[in-house]
């Protein structure tokens, strides 16, 4: 398996643009997470999902964020309309099971002027 | 929710000396503490991991201690060397009994002075 894949690895936009942020888990793996990394907060959970369902997104910061998962082999993550104090590494992560060793992606470095 | 801190947030030793990061939480039903190590620029990635039935995990240099009535853990590196030097993350999840994910430490900056 090439593991967790992530795309864009760099997105540079505008304030109040539409961001779309993608990832494929691991093959077989039933739970995929959305983190965000800052200098300043650390690495924060989003949102995740469990066979498609999200489960838990008490850490989405506000409505101008939104993960889907249509499938269990893709998800995005949308930020509309996109703020500068977005900016921050996205981390897409998957596991089999929701205490087991969750498989990071490479990470979108995410920059809004 | 679960809340975990972890110190120091940045630690410089010796090569090989040991390395301790220490992490406490605050959900007494949390039951399984992972850690991540994360070098610059690349993905986090589990280094060892416990759970509540057992206090005391080693994986060659590398150990975790876990004490569950003082609600904390522990990450032990000896004979560091240069490649350890990372970012270092625990993290704490209560999985079992509910669905709650891992909520991670703020990290510990390891420099491993040559």
């Known amino acids: 398996d090439a593991g967790v894949i992530q795309s864009p690895r760099h997105e540079v936009t505008e304030m109040g643009q539409e961001v779309t942020l993608r990832c494929k888990p691991i093959?077989?793996?039933?739970?995929l997470f959305w983190y965000r990394q800052t200098m300043m907060r650390g690495l924060e959970l989003l949102i995740y999902?469990?066979?498609?369902?999200?489960?838990?997104d008490s850490g989405m910061p506000e409505d101008r964020f939104s993960a889907k998962m249509p499938n269990a082999s893709f998800s995005t993550l949308k930020i509309q309309p996109s703020e500068p104090r977005d900016s921050a590494v996205y981390f897409c992560?998957?596991?089999?099971?929701?205490?087991?060793?969750?498989?990071f992606g490479p990470g979108t470095r995410l920059t809004v002027t | 929710g679960e809340n975990v801190e972890q110190h120091p947030s940045t630690l410089s030793v010796q090569e090989g000396d040991s390395a301790v990061i220490k992490c406490t939480y605050s959900?007494?039903?949390?039951?399984?503490f992972p850690w991540y190590k994360q070098e610059l620029g690349k993905r986090p990635q589990l280094i060892i991991d416990?759970?509540?039935?057992?206090g005391e995990k080693k994986d060659q240099r590398i150990a975790v201690t876990l004490n569950k009535t003082a609600k904390h853990f522990s990450l032990h590196i000896t004979e560091t060397q240069p490649e350890d030097s990372a970012v270092y993350f625990c993290?704490?999840?209560?999985?079992?009994?509910?669905?709650?994910?891992?909520?991670f430490g703020k990290g510990t900056h390891l420099i491993i002075q040559p």
């Open positions: 416990i759970r509540s039935n057992v």
């Open positions: 093959s077989g793996h039933d739970y």
């Open positions: 993290a704490a999840s209560a999985a079992g009994g509910g669905a709650d994910g891992l909520t």
């Open positions: 959900d007494s039903a949390s039951n399984y």
């Open positions: 999902f469990n066979n498609n369902v999200p489960i838990d």
């Open positions: 992560a998957s596991s089999l099971e929701l205490s087991y060793e969750q498989y």
